[in-house]
């Protein structure tokens, strides 16, 4: 992998870039202080917005580094954060990346995540060159797996009672792209 760490990308409607202090109240107000967005998710919804900002503090001071992957969704349109997608898990000995997103329940099912995924998906395979994009859902969480059909990853299988999550214990569906699929679907 060519880590190129958390590069400003940009869609129809959407730009992906690195949170800044500054979003920490809209951060907190658009997801993190919502248990409905934070409900099959794996760290607790924020009780106090100084929860926010100390993880957008430590989010920023990692940005240094080149294998770091952590993007604001920001909906061009109003012009603020509504969500993050990043990089969860990786292996550079396999060149994987594993992710994660979120946004705020108000912009759900309007396929913004979609389209985040699916520009993050081509960022990998094109700029860093990674083999394999994968991610996990709980399988309560429909709309999730719905987003990763969309962008071209398949269904790998079933781990059951393999997740915790702020539902509790959780069977948990994967779902990746490899490179070689990728480079088909054009």
Not at 2 to 10: D, F, Q
Not at 64 to 74: G, P, R
Not at 144 to 168: D, H, I, P, T, Y
Request: with cysteine.
């Amino acid at each position: 992998m060519e880590h190129l760490g958390t590069k400003m990308l940009e869609t129809e409607r959407l730009l992906l870039r690195q949170l800044t202090i500054d979003d920490t109240e809209t951060v907190y107000n658009n997801w993190t202080n919502d248990d409905e967005v934070t409900e099959y998710l794996t760290w607790p919804t924020h009780k106090d917005i100084s929860v926010t900002k100390n993880v957008l503090e430590n989010w920023i001071k990692e940005y240094s580094k080149n294998d770091f992957y952590q993007w604001a969704i920001v909906l061009k349109e109003i012009n603020e954060p509504i969500g993050t997608i990043s990089v969860v898990n990786k292996k550079d000995k396999t060149k994987m990346v594993e992710m994660g997103y979120c946004i705020g329940k108000q912009w759900w099912n309007k396929g913004i995540t979609t389209e985040a995924l699916s520009a993050i998906i081509k960022y990998f395979f094109e700029e860093v060159k990674v083999n394999r994009i994968q991610a996990f859902h709980d399988v309560r969480n429909v709309s999730s797996g719905k987003v990763m059909m969309k962008c071209g990853m398949k269904f790998e299988g079933l781990l059951r009672q393999a997740g915790l999550n702020n539902s509790g214990i959780s069977d948990h569906a994967l779902y990746a792209i490899i490179l070689e699929d990728y480079s088909k679907k054009d």
